[in-house]
């Protein structure tokens, strides 16, 4: 289920980033909390895996220019079906019945109706005078009094009130009066305030909606203090983040009882996602990580004698040993000995060498560019170590700009002591007998393998970063036990918890190749590759309950229950960029292997049918050499019958009637994949469900198939 924080028009990116930081810390690794943006609540089908719809503080205009009509009418029809929605201060002027801000005012004046009217009245701001847009000027540190009888699970030492930042925030007005219309005060100013409040002086109110819960503030109970920089320049700002800073504990657990009222599974301690942790380079080849050291060496740049590679996303600090910087300082050495004498040497050997006409400016201009360049490179790099120092997991961390550290194992393996939830040499033993197995001579997949315990995200590793993926070979394999910014389709971007494997390969497909085994295929190939080497993993599993749902998602079926229902339990996300004469493919799996949380863990539904559980290292092996072995055979023959028969063993759709929403509500029964291009054949079904003879040929990027519904929608 998701937490979805709308980050589109109207919002600003402070307010988004207080939210995502406390909510991920109240609510994972329960709940994936993600910004969305307004095309995704407009167009795209949300609300069946949404368990909480938040719009943060920023400007309400904003939201009305995006999602009046059309997204209204689908967050009405989310909360009165049983969804939730919380607005934080612009947010709760959005789903008041009218907004009044300002009045009187010319310059700052807003006042309207408001479509959602989750709030059956007028939320009138300002509370406390100050406001002006972008800036600090009008913020608070404004007391609170909590309502404890309007909560169930309050601490008998839960104090009454709290600080709460606010800038610009409203009253709803006359809410004690309301309560004949479901309203509930969660929490009131304890201060006077700017406008006539009505009965009340409501800070923050809840209300039922048909099904559904609501709740809507005028401050910002979600703002920590530890987020809120302290500025020299304005004492007066600095005294209102300590007198927020004092009361903290006490808003924690106020905000800890707002997600309870929506009735979510919070953690009863915030939890802080995990620092970036090292990552640990090695290779199944002997000399395979010297080598690849050795090939960076052109790539790196040199700051206070340490290797940094900076690219386009992150910038990598390689902490290698000294053999390998003895040879590559030797390498450097020589090259600039070479530069330096040269000349010489050939005109001490009687060669003459006749300058260039403007040759010497060129070379002075060239080398003044790359002067720049280096320079640049440098500052970013002195910038970023200095952000990476001062970072703490009890603040909002801007990942990007973490350096990214990553040590050469050469000589042996990574130890348990390095890696204590991975163990390298269970996975590279295993791999081998899983090439060797597939008959995959001179394998390359996961032969080069880079391994993490916390990273952001495998994909944006190698995708993002262009510099070090052209300088990485042929199935070279990133894996990490927790990402902190894992990337599904879209903008969504969430905690991986620990317990999933999440693995992304680099793949260079040739140009050469696309006219028989075109590209779009390789997501097919993937996801045979995860449902084979989960049947390859060892005897005894040859037949466990995994499926293939078009175009890229593998499902499994809940054994013991009479209906046999499906639960998702891997994703695949494949990227591509040109290079040279290839294709550069970033395959991307995540799969629920031993993760109870969000939803549900592979491993659990193999104990329940008597099978041991999967190891990650066992599974990720036998999935790339089943990976490489396909994807040679794909390479060979193209999408030969085969694979596709293959696939067809293994997908959800043979015979399934969908209902074709972009074909204005078409009836089609699923035929199967074209060879040609990959794309979905459904053959048209009229009155009866007979067959019509028309045949739809679907694309996979630009339309969404939603099983359980029988549903193909276009994406837009």
């Known amino acids: 289920m998701n937490i979805m924080v709308y980050s589109g028009t109207g919002s600003t990116t402070e307010s988004v980033r207080h939210c995502l930081f406390t909510l991920r810390r109240l609510l994972s690794p329960g709940y994936a909390v993600i910004p969305v943006t307004g095309d995704v609540l407009i167009k795209e089908p949300w609300m069946a895996s949404c368990a909480l719809l938040v719009l943060p503080g920023g400007a309400d205009l904003g939201y009305c220019r995006t999602l009046n009509g059309e997204g209204n009418r689908r967050i009405n029809r989310y909360v009165n079906n049983g969804g939730s929605y919380l607005g934080f201060c612009a947010g709760g002027y959005y789903g008041s019945a009218k907004c009044e801000f300002e009045l009187g005012n010319p310059e700052l004046a807003v006042v309207g109706s408001r479509e959602l009217e989750f709030f059956p009245g007028v939320c009138r701001g300002l509370a406390f005078p100050g406001f002006v847009y972008h800036s600090e000027a009008g913020a608070r540190a404004a007391d609170l009094k909590i309502h404890k009888t309007a909560f169930s699970d309050v601490k008998f030492d839960l104090s009454d009130s709290f600080k709460s930042y606010y800038n610009g925030g409203g009253v709803f007005v006359d809410a004690k009066a309301l309560e004949s219309r479901g309203v509930e005060i969660l929490a009131s100013y304890s201060e006077d305030l700017h406008v006539d409040s009505g009965e009340g002086k409501a800070a923050i109110v809840y209300r039922k909606v048909g099904q559904g819960n609501v709740i809507l503030t005028g401050p910002h109970p979600e703002f920590a203090p530890a987020n809120l920089a302290k ?3 304005d004492p007066n700002y600095s005294s209102i983040v300590d007198a927020i ?17 929506f009735g979510l599974n919070v953690n009863e301690e915030p939890r802080a996602v995990p ?11 002997p000399a395979g990580v ?21 690219d386009a996303n992150d910038i990598f600090h390689v902490k290698q040993n000294e053999a390998i910087f003895s040879v590559q300082g030797l390498t450097r050495a020589v090259s600039d000995v070479a530069i330096q004498v040269l000349p010489e040497a050939l005109v001490g050997q009687g060669t003459k060498r006749t300058p260039v006409v403007g040759e010497q400016s060129k070379q002075n201009k060239h080398n003044s560019d790359e002067d720049k360049r280096s320079k640049s490179r440098k500052e970013q790099i002195h910038e970023r170590v200095a952000y990476t120092e001062s970072a703490s997991p009890d603040r909002d961390i801007d990942y990007d700009k973490i350096i990214k550290r990553i040590v050469p194992h050469e000589n042996e393996l990574p130890s348990k002591q390095d890696t204590p939830f991975f163990d390298h040499e269970s996975y590279y033993a295993n791999l081998a007998h899983h090439h060797q197995k597939a008959q995959n001579h001179s394998p390359t997949f996961g032969t080069n393998l880079l391994y993490a315990e916390v990273t952001t995200s495998t994909s944006t590793i190698l995708e993002k970063n262009p510099t070090l993926l052209r300088n990485l070979p042929d199935g070279f394999t990133v894996t990490a036990r927790t990402q902190v910014a894992g990337r599904g389709r879209g903008s969504n971007v969430w905690v991986a918890p620990p317990g999933a494997l999440m693995f992304s390969t680099v793949i260079r497909h040739n140009f050469s190749l696309t006219q028989d085994a075109p590209v779009i295929f390789v997501q097919y190939i993937a996801a045979l590759a995860v449902t084979q080497g989960m049947k390859n993993y060892a005897p005894g599993y040859e037949n466990v309950a995994v499926k293939l749902k078009w175009p890229n998602d593998i499902y499994a079926q809940i054994p013991g229950s009479p209906t046999n229902p499906l639960v998702k339990i891997a994703g695949i996300l494949v990227n591509s960029s040109y290079s040279g004469s290839d294709y550069s493919l970033t395959v991307g799996i995540g799969l629920n292997l031993d993760n109870p949380l969000p939803t549900i863990s592979f491993n659990s539904l193999l104990s329940a049918i008597g099978l041991k559980p999967m190891t990650n290292e066992k599974l990720l092996a036998s999935i790339l050499a089943s990976f490489e072995s396909l994807y040679r055979t794909f390479c060979q023959s193209g999408w030969n019958r085969e694979l596709e028969e293959l696939y067809y063993e293994n997908w959800l759709h043979s015979g399934q009637v969908v209902t074709l929403e972009s074909y204005g509500g078409t009836k089609a029964r699923v035929k199967g994949i074209t060879r040609d291009w990959g ?24 339309n969404r198939f939603d099983f359980f519904k029988g549903l193909i929608s276009r994406k837009v």
């Open 231 to 233: 500025s020299t320049n």
């Open 245 to 261: 800073s004092i009361t903290d504990s006490t808003r924690v657990a106020f905000m800890r009882l707002l997600l309870l009222k």
């Open 275 to 285: 620092s970036l942790s090292r990552l640990h380079l090695s290779s199944h080849k």
């Open 290 to 310: 010297a080598d690849l050291a050795m090939s960076w060496s052109e790539i790196f740049t040199v700051v206070d004698g340490e290797d940094y590679i900076v």
């Open 679 to 702: 794309l979905l054949l459904a053959e048209e079904l009229g009155d009866g469900e007979s067959p019509t003879g028309r045949m739809v040929s679907l694309q996979s990027d630009s």
